[in-house]
């Protein structure tokens, strides 16, 4: 009956947590768009990804231990979609380099920080729970604050040096944080399946 209270107190959390990401996907997309910058656009399709990872781990946190490792291991597959995402934004920027516009895109920054540490917040004492499934929600929230944080940073300079480079950096830099995660997630995936298959 505890394990069952937990869990279900788990669906609620990363049921928020799913919106959340899907709300602020929405804002970011379209500031990415309006300022044409990559490290926005990136992270908004972040935002989308982390949507749907949460959503897939509310399906399947009662399945057994095996299964939820096979999962973990898709979602890893998942984490790489924004990285891939982001080259393809990288290389349109390099064919049309021009900087964002510094405001918006360090306003969103900030929306998307204050997001990332409310879900990071809300995950933390689940981090542990189901392997792999939580465990690649927790990152993603706790990458995307490093990643919102950098974003803040790159209006700033932008402010002194008005440039593309700073958005195209940290745009790649988000991308390898997200490559970063997802080998985390597959090898705690991993390790849940050869632990399940004893």
Not at 99 to 105: D, F
Not at 123 to 142: D, E, I, M, N, Q
């Amino acid at each position: 009956m505890k394990v069952n209270t937990r869990n279900r107190k788990l669906h609620q959390v990363v049921g928020l947590v799913a919106l959340l990401n899907l709300t602020y996907f929405g804002v970011e997309f379209a500031v990415a768009r309006w300022i044409g910058s990559v490290s926005l656009f990136a992270d908004s399709i972040d935002f989308l990804e982390d949507a749907a990872v949460n959503l897939l781990i509310v399906m399947p946190l009662f399945r057994p231990a095996r299964q939820r490792a096979r999962i973990g291991m898709a979602l890893a597959g998942i984490l790489l979609i924004p990285g891939l995402a982001t080259l393809w934004a990288v290389w349109q920027k390099f064919l049309q380099p021009f900087p964002p516009a510094v405001t918006p895109l360090s306003l969103a920054g900030l929306g998307a920080l204050l997001v990332n540490l409310t879900c990071a917040f809300l995950l933390t004492r689940y981090r542990h729970h189901s392997g792999s499934l939580v465990k690649a929600a927790f990152l993603s929230a706790r990458n995307d604050t490093l990643a919102n944080v950098a974003i803040i940073g790159t209006g700033s300079v932008t402010t002194w040096y008005s440039s593309a480079w700073p958005d195209l950096v940290v745009g790649l830099g988000i991308a390898l944080m997200n490559a970063d995660a997802a080998r985390d997630v597959w090898k705690a995936a991993l390790k849940e399946h050869q632990e399940a298959s004893l």
